[in-house]
């Protein structure tokens, strides 16, 4: 099995296509439960890591209805949509988030280019490696550059 991880979705591949004639169609009508390893299904039903026998597809339908199922190529795939992704924007909630923390940075530095990252840390509500981390970004995408002495020094916005 292998977990494929995108911006939009989290894909679950496992090998080998679906087991003994069972289709998409009987997996979203639920209650299937077709064991391909029986001594591995018994093995995890007494060590308490299976809940009970075909609860599994019914409870991934009624918490992510929008779970799509393939069987391509002796492979089958769950694929569940990730809720952080906007189609709109192309982006995650989390780069979303990045990029208005720096361009409060941003504005910071333009207000007060000697700022410390002490200060930055304690207007944006961050941790001083949280700032680090932005600083690092914006200057490897070269829209900023600090100039002078590590601790006398000043931040230029370049772009």
């Known amino acids: 099995m292998r977990v494929a991880i995108f911006k939009d979705r989290v894909e679950i591949r496992s090998p080998g296509g679906l087991y003994n004639g069972l289709t998409i169609a009987q997996i979203r009508k639920g209650n299937v439960s077709k064991r391909r390893n029986p001594l591995v299904a018994d093995l995890l039903r007494r060590t308490h890591m299976v809940e009970a026998w075909g609860r599994g597809m019914p409870l991934i339908l009624e918490k992510e209805p929008s779970v799509e199922f ?16 906007d189609k709109k924007t192309g982006t995650t909630t989390q780069e979303t988030t990045q990029e208005t923390t720096q361009e409060k940075i941003l504005l910071l530095l333009q207000k007060s280019p000697s700022i410390t ?15 680090k981390y932005h600083l690092n970004k914006l200057k490897t995408a070269g829209d900023i550059k600090h100039e002078g002495e590590t601790k006398s020094g000043s931040w230029r916005i370049v772009k």
């Not at 393939?70 to 992704?85: G, L, M, N, P």
């Open 70 to 85: 393939r069987d391509v190529a002796e492979q089958f795939s769950t694929i569940f949509k990730r809720s952080s992704f």
């Open 117 to 131: 990252r002490r200060e930055l840390a304690k207007n944006l509500g961050i941790t001083e490696d949280g700032v």
